[in-house]
């Protein structure tokens, strides 16, 4: 699955972003709205959270907020809900090496397992925020 959308992004922007949605909630756990969720799935995440009604509202989870923030619409991560960030990643954002999106992708499962963003951040690049 290819994006129709191009952004622009390079391994130092994406980090920088990282950092800046990091830096800007570093205390925060994700949790899903409860509406999103159903039985099977009470501890997942979502690129994009929506209201009740299905209308998009914000990102949701770290690499979400981070697409977000870097130009990719809410309306393309929908598409990719189902899908681990390491393959939405190299599909949305192909330019990023390896590396980067390992980085990424690691922030993701720090994050899905309850880690604090800014904890999750730490783990993933040894830096505090």
């Not at 949605?21 to 756990?29: G, T």
Request: hydrophobic residues 40%; contains cysteine; negative net charge.
């Amino acid at each position: 699955m290819t994006t129709a959308v191009e952004v622009k992004l390079t391994d130092e922007t994406a980090l920088a972003a990282l950092r800046d949605v990091v830096a800007k909630r570093p205390e925060f756990v994700y949790t899903a709205p409860l509406h999103m969720v159903d039985e099977q799935n009470t501890d997942r995440c979502f690129y994009v959270h929506t209201d009740e009604d299905g209308s998009l509202v914000s990102a949701g989870c770290a690499i979400g907020a981070v697409l977000h923030e870097l130009g990719v619409p809410l309306e393309e991560l929908t598409k990719h809900e189902d899908r681990p960030a390491y393959v939405m990643l190299a599909d949305v954002a192909p330019q990023l090496s390896v590396s980067v999106r390992s980085k990424l992708n690691d922030m993701q499962t720090y994050q899905d397992a309850g880690s604090s963003w800014g904890v999750a951040y730490a783990k993933v690049t040894g830096e505090t925020i």
